[in-house]
Each structure stands twice: as structure tokens, then as C-alpha cells.
């Protein structure tokens, strides 16, 4: 019979935690902080990362790291890469160079993923400070065929010809069953302007030419002041793709499209199973057992009774997790993964590990440090099931 499971929290140096008071813990065995990075020195701000598994059966996670007192979301910063080679529980010490900042202004919000072809893609964002209060940001890619050595030249994923502010959050490309290569980008008139609207691009040749779809998603404009922001997308079981995004309006919001991409819902509607701030939402599907897992900042006041967040947290607390065994129809067993009020959590990206393990890695900060500054990896050890 199984038994209720209380979640360990390790408190970290710089973004303390609290032990779970809410949710059903029944499919956690563990759940621990396996790397911090926080902000040291001219080092202001270790962001938003993603992983994938090489074929040698080590983890590779590339984060950005700012070199600079800066961390404005256009200062300047790299793409760097940790390594574990036990499957996540530790990772080395010191940051390897993956892309050096190409941009007037930087790289950042990787997102790797293991292609079916069996080679590596690198999406990633490029600034370009076109002036002082102009940036454009645009989507990149690059391809490994050597297991994360060395990597192609960039491939532009939107033509230079529609330059803009186009907001792709870390651990979003994904592709289909039938091989096509997808992400979605918010686009605003500048960084800080402009009611968000999302654009979906596919490729059917591996990454190296890049299509729009025929949709342009909104939301309804005469309620939000933000639009849809920081988009991903899900394939589901039945064929059907579904897109979410973050919004002003007390939940995220999602649509959907029948025809792989090409056409989209071009209004989306509130998510109402996922109440929170305007902050991000991460989903993934879990190959052991085809559910699917969905992390964000739940702001369900039912569910939760933590105290009220502190200003430096941006609202962006608790941080929980919750699974759905018929295609996002319903969502069962939440799990409060860090509750602390000081501190604020964002920006997730996950990976699902061959030994019933997921991997977490996430901004995250508290007392002087904001939630974007500091970055943790959290390994989260499922129950084995019971047969």
C-alpha cells in the first residue's frame, strides 16, 4: 500500500525553502537541490537553462550566465553548460563555453532537444541593441552532430526582413511525432512595450528552413494589457497541439490547432486549471508513463493556504507541479515543489531521466536577490509503481 511521502526541501544559500504543507505527495519519493548557482560578483545573474540527455548516458544543462554587475534581461551574457554523470544527482564545478555572446547585447533561453535524427539542436535568442532604447530579439539555431562539441553555424528562424522583439522562453522547441520542428515566440513592438501576440514557427527539414503558420494568436485585447506572453506547446495523444501562454488576467490562457501547427484558435482562452500570475507556465510529457507534467506558479487560494508573498518574489510563489493522465483534461496529485513567500520561481525547464527521476531547473531568489538572478537544478525521484 502507499503511503504518504513528505518532500525533503534543502534550503538553499541564498533562496530558503519551507516544508510542504499542501498536496498529494503519494508519487514523490525525494525531492532535493542538486546545484545552486547564485550571483557572484560581476556574475549578477545566472538565468534560465535546459538539458538533454548525451548519448554516453550524461546530463548537459547550458544556462545563461551574465558577465556583468548588469542583469537586465539585455545586458551582457553567455551560454554556459554544467555535466552530471550520475544521472543528475551531481554536476561539475565549473562552467564550459558553449556560445560566446554573438549579439550587440547577449544570448540567451536555450533550448535543447535530442532530434530523431539523432543529432543535437541548440534554439536560442540573440539581442541586438539597435539603440539605446531599442533591442531587437530574435530566435536562433544551431545544430551538434558531435554530442554538444562543436555546433553549426546560426540559422536565422525568422527572416531579418521582420526583424523584432520576439520572446522565446528556455526549454520550448519540441518536435512531432511526424518530425516537424516547432516552437512559438511572443512578439512585442519593444522589450517593455506592446500587447503580446504569438506566432508559431515550424521546419520540416531538420532546422534548416523555418516556416510561419497561418495564425496569429491573441487574447481578447479589451480585457489585457499584457496579451499573451512566453508561449510553449504540447502535442497531445489524440494529434491535436496545445499552446499556453502567461497573462495579466489571473490565469494562462491556450489554444489549439488540428493541422500539426499550420492553423491555430486565434483567440485564446483562459486555462482556467491554471490560475497564477504573470508568470510562465512549463509542460512536458513523461515517456515512463505518457502523462503529462505541468509546472507553473499556482495561485489556486482552494488549494494553497501559504502566506502572502513578499514583494521581491514578484508573485512568482509557490512553484507546483501537477499531472494529467488524459491529455491536460483533468490534473490530479499537486505538489507544492518550493513554498517559500520571500523568494520568487520561475522559468522552468525539465527532463525525465531513465531511473523514474525528474530534473528541475528553474531561476530562482530571495531577500536581495530577484527571482531571475540565482538558478537551481532540483532532482525530483518519482515512486515506482506498484505492480
Keep these: 500500500m502507499k503511503s504518504s511521502v513528505l518532500i525533503s526541501i534543502i534550503i538553499g544559500i541564498f533562496c530558503a525553502t519551507i516544508p510542504l504543507t499542501a498536496g498529494e505527495q503519494d508519487k514523490i519519493a525525494s525531492s532535493k537541490s542538486v546545484l545552486e548557482l547564485p550571483p557572484v560578483g560581476?556574475?549578477?545573474?545566472?538565468?534560465?537553462?535546459?538539458?538533454?540527455?548525451?548519448?554516453?548516458?550524461?546530463?548537459?544543462?547550458?544556462?545563461?550566465?551574465?558577465?556583468?554587475?548588469?542583469?537586465?534581461?539585455?545586458?551582457?551574457?553567455?551560454?554556459?553548460?554544467?555535466?552530471?554523470?550520475?544521472?543528475?544527482?551531481?554536476?561539475?564545478?565549473?562552467?564550459?563555453?558553449?556560445?560566446?555572446?554573438?549579439?550587440?547585447?547577449?544570448?540567451?533561453?536555450?533550448?535543447?532537444?535530442?532530434?530523431?535524427?539523432?543529432?543535437?539542436?541548440?534554439?536560442?535568442?540573440?539581442?541586438?541593441?539597435?539603440?539605446?532604447?531599442?533591442?531587437?530579439?530574435?530566435?536562433?539555431?544551431?545544430?551538434?552532430?558531435?554530442?554538444?562539441?562543436?555546433?553549426?553555424?546560426?540559422?536565422?528562424?525568422?527572416?531579418?526582413?521582420?526583424?523584432?522583439?520576439?520572446?522565446?522562453?528556455?526549454?520550448?522547441?519540441?518536435?512531432?511525432?511526424?518530425?516537424?520542428?516547432?516552437?512559438?515566440?511572443?512578439?512585442?513592438?519593444?522589450?517593455?512595450?506592446?500587447?503580446?501576440?504569438?506566432?508559431?514557427?515550424?521546419s520540416d527539414d531538420n532546422g534548416m528552413t523555418w516556416n510561419e503558420s497561418q495564425s496569429i494568436i491573441q487574447a481578447n485585447q479589451a480585457k489585457t494589457t499584457s496579451g499573451l506572453q512566453e508561449p510553449g506547446i504540447v502535442e497531445l495523444s489524440d494529434g491535436r497541439l496545445m499552446l499556453w501562454a502567461r497573462t495579466d488576467m489571473k490565469s494562462q490562457f491556450k489554444s489549439f490547432s488540428n493541422d500539426n501547427g499550420l492553423t491555430w484558435d486565434t483567440v485564446a482562452t483562459p486555462a482556467k486549471e491554471f490560475p497564477s500570475p504573470t508568470s510562465p507556465l512549463s509542460m512536458k510529457r513523461n515517456p515512463l508513463d505518457n502523462s503529462l507534467v505541468a509546472v507553473w506558479n499556482d495561485k489556486s487560494t482552494q488549494r494553497w493556504n501559504f502566506p502572502k508573498p513578499a514583494k521581491?518574489?514578484?508573485?512568482?510563489?509557490?512553484?507546483?507541479?501537477?499531472?494529467?493522465?488524459?491529455?491536460?483534461?483533468?490534473?490530479?496529485?499537486?505538489?507544492?515543489?518550493?513554498?517559500?513567500?520571500?523568494?520568487?520561481?520561475?522559468?522552468?525547464?525539465?527532463?525525465?531521466?531513465?531511473?523514474?527521476?525528474?530534473?528541475?531547473?528553474?531561476?530562482?531568489?530571495?531577500?536581495?536577490?530577484?527571482?531571475?538572478?540565482?538558478?537551481r537544478i532540483r532532482k525530483i525521484d518519482f515512486q515506482k509503481s506498484e505492480n
Aim: proline share 3%; charged share 20%; glycine share 8%.
Design 42 to 202: 560581476s556574475n549578477s545573474r545566472n538565468s534560465e537553462g535546459s538539458f538533454v540527455e548525451l548519448k554516453d548516458g550524461s546530463l548537459m544543462y547550458v544556462y545563461t550566465r551574465y558577465n556583468t554587475k548588469d542583469w537586465g534581461d539585455n545586458a551582457d551574457a553567455d551560454l554556459v553548460a554544467r555535466y552530471s554523470h550520475d544521472g543528475g544527482s551531481t554536476w561539475t564545478k565549473e562552467d564550459a563555453i558553449v556560445l560566446k555572446n554573438e549579439g550587440v547585447g547577449n544570448v540567451m533561453s536555450a533550448s535543447l532537444l535530442r532530434l530523431q535524427n539523432g543529432e543535437i539542436a541548440l534554439l536560442y535568442l540573440k539581442k541586438i541593441q539597435i539603440a539605446k532604447d531599442y533591442v531587437m530579439c530574435m530566435p536562433m539555431l544551431k545544430i551538434s552532430k558531435d554530442e554538444g562539441k562543436t555546433w553549426s553555424k546560426p540559422i536565422e528562424c525568422i527572416s531579418p526582413r521582420l526583424a523584432g522583439y520576439y520572446v522565446v522562453n528556455n526549454d520550448r522547441l519540441i518536435q512531432l511525432k511526424n518530425g516537424r520542428l516547432m516552437f512559438p515566440a511572443a512578439f512585442h513592438r519593444t522589450h517593455k512595450t506592446g500587447i503580446g501576440i504569438v506566432y508559431v514557427y515550424y
Design 312 to 375: 521581491n518574489s514578484w508573485d512568482r510563489t509557490p512553484l507546483v507541479m501537477a499531472f494529467s493522465h488524459d491529455d491536460g483534461k483533468t490534473w490530479e496529485n499537486h505538489i507544492a515543489v518550493e513554498t517559500d513567500n520571500n523568494a520568487g520561481f520561475c522559468y522552468i525547464s525539465m527532463l525525465f531521466t531513465k531511473n523514474n527521476s525528474l530534473l528541475l531547473g528553474y531561476c530562482c531568489g530571495g531577500d536581495k536577490i530577484f527571482p531571475i538572478q540565482a538558478s
